[in-house]
Nanobody, 122 residues
Framework: QVQLVESGGGLVQAGGSLRLSCAAS????????MGWFRQAPGKEREFVATISWNGGITSYADYVKGRFTISRDNAKNTVYLEMNSLKPEDTAVYYC???????????????WGQGTQVTVSS
């Protein structure tokens, strides 16, 4: 059974930075696509970023492009999300997810962490 544990969230002022980590246990992430998602109060969960199994391909939502960077260290079984130039609208619970299967070339995320809160004050 795969367990994903996010950490690194917290309270930061607008313009600040945070680095989120997602550590896995129970299975190697080395062949999994990994993603970060977020959910703000009263809103649907939304995609933030994804990274391929070897880190060679990354993709970002337009609202974080140029500010957030996803990366991974397969030796440490960990995925990261570096968040810079944070805005109040980035406030949300951030979740990492793992996918070993694809449908129409899209990762099917079926393992999720419990989330970490990020709050950006204005």
């Amino acid at each position: 059974q795969v367990q994903l544990v996010e950490s690194g969230g917290g309270l930061v002022q607008a313009g600040g930075s945070l680095r989120l980590s997602c550590a896995a246990s129970g299975r190697s992430l080395s062949s999994a696509a990994m993603g970060w998602f977020r959910q703000a109060p009263g809103k649907e969960r939304e995609f933030v970023a994804t990274i391929s199994w070897n880190g060679g391909i990354t993709s970002y939502a337009d609202y974080v492009k140029g500010r957030f960077t996803i990366s991974r260290d397969n030796a440490k079984n960990t995925v990261y999300l570096e968040m810079n130039s944070l805005k109040p609208e980035d406030t949300a619970v951030y979740y990492c997810a793992a996918a070993w299967r694809y449908y129409n070339s899209r990762p099917q995320y079926n393992y999720w962490g419990q989330g970490t809160q990020v709050t950006v004050s204005s």
